[in-house]
């Protein structure tokens, strides 16, 4: 189930990109900017393309929200909850003792003439 998720994931966040990318800043959608088309607010005039655009989009992004809750709330269905006011066991043992530093040579090393 969670790899299924993962790539759906994947496919609407491509989408999401390319939907994204075809949009233009100024919303005249996918480039179209002559209103040769008669004024009509068909489904490929500038206004109607910008539309489709913007209504594709908001569907990826809510499924793209959709899905990232659908894996988080799978991978916590596994873990234990705890609280955050709980604390860690402490350890009884022995302190562990500190690593010896390495030895570092007092000056450059140079060869020694012959």
Known sequence: MQTVLIVAE???AIGLIIFILLQRSEG???GMGS???G???GLF???GAADTLTRTTAVLATLFF???IGLNLLARHGAQPKSILETAPLTTGAPAKPAPLPVV???PAVPKPQ
């Open 10 to 12: 994947l496919l609407i």
């Open 28 to 30: 005249g959608g996918l």
């Open 35 to 37: 209103s040769s088309g």
């Open 39 to 41: 004024g009509m607010g």
């Open 45 to 47: 005039s500038p206004r």
């Open 66 to 68: 959709l899905v990232c």
């Open 105 to 107: 040579p007092a000056g």
